[in-house]
């Protein structure tokens, strides 16, 4: 199962674009990146998911470079309702008997 | 999302209680997995279920026991309850098999909030 690092905690202002950029060094070719946001006290909820160069949503986008040793989850002009934790993952293919595991996260916190 | 749903929401019991937390989905799919979530950490992986007949341990089972009734149905019991598994309880299903090359996406509950006294 590849692993995922990524920072532990980010700041950002009302309006502002963060972006949060996971390593998974380890990526398997038929791997996908996916990323879920968590509000406290409720259960993670899918973001976006991606294999290669650029995914695009209603609410984020997402950058992987060719050799997808990272990605790079992109929020623009983030409000105080996108504070929360982002948790970046490593989808595994059905050969690989996959199952899905979460890090710490990054805590991402939008100020006024 | 609504269609994971998990009773009870909310929890006290005392050490040494057996209870059970009980997960329930209307999305039809065939995997089902339970997570604990403790402050300020990620979730970790209890039991997961890939169809009625295939339940695995995942990274931290002792103490937990589950069981798969029925394709929308997986239950999580703490045999003997202590106080280091007070924590939140994820309950999640997963669409894996349904898109191509693997992708999967998991779909929580609203989550047990769990206290041993």
């Known amino acids: 199962l590849a692993k995922t690092t990524q920072p532990i905690s980010m700041d950002s202002y009302e309006g502002q674009e963060v972006n949060i950029t996971c390593s998974h060094n380890n990526i398997a070719t038929n791997d996908y990146i996916t990323w879920y946001q968590q509000f406290p006290s409720q259960g993670p909820r899918f973001i976006i998911q991606?294999?290669?160069t650029k995914v695009t949503n209603e609410v984020a986008s997402l950058f992987i470079p060719a050799d997808r040793k990272s990605s790079t989850l992109s929020l623009p002009r983030v409000s105080l309702s996108d504070t929360a934790v982002y948790y970046c993952?490593?989808?595994?293919?059905?050969?690989?008997?996959?199952?899905?595991?979460f890090g710490g996260g990054t805590r991402v916190l939008v100020k006024p | 999302d609504a269609d994971v749903t998990q009773t009870p929401r909310n929890r006290i019991t005392k050490t040494g209680k057996r209870i059970m937390l009980e997960c329930s989905q209307t999305?039809?799919?065939?995997?089902m997995y339970w997570y604990r979530q403790d402050p300020g950490l990620g979730l970790r992986l209890i039991y997961y279920?890939?169809?009625?007949?295939?339940?695995n341990k995942g990274e931290i089972s002792d103490g937990y026991s589950v069981s798969r009734q029925a394709q929308a149905k997986f239950s999580l019991s703490l045999e003997s309850a202590i106080p280091n598994q007070t924590a939140l309880y994820f309950c999640?299903?997963?669409?894996?098999?349904?898109?191509?090359?693997?992708?999967?996406?998991?779909?929580f509950g609203p989550g047990t909030r769990l206290l041993v006294l």
């Open positions: 999640a299903t997963s669409d894996f098999g349904r898109e191509p090359g693997g992708k999967e996406t998991q779909y």
């Open positions: 999305k039809g799919h065939d995997r």
């Open positions: 279920s890939f169809d009625v007949k295939d339940i």
């Open positions: 993952l490593v989808v595994g293919s059905r050969a690989a008997g996959n199952k899905l595991t």
């Open positions: 991606g294999y290669k």
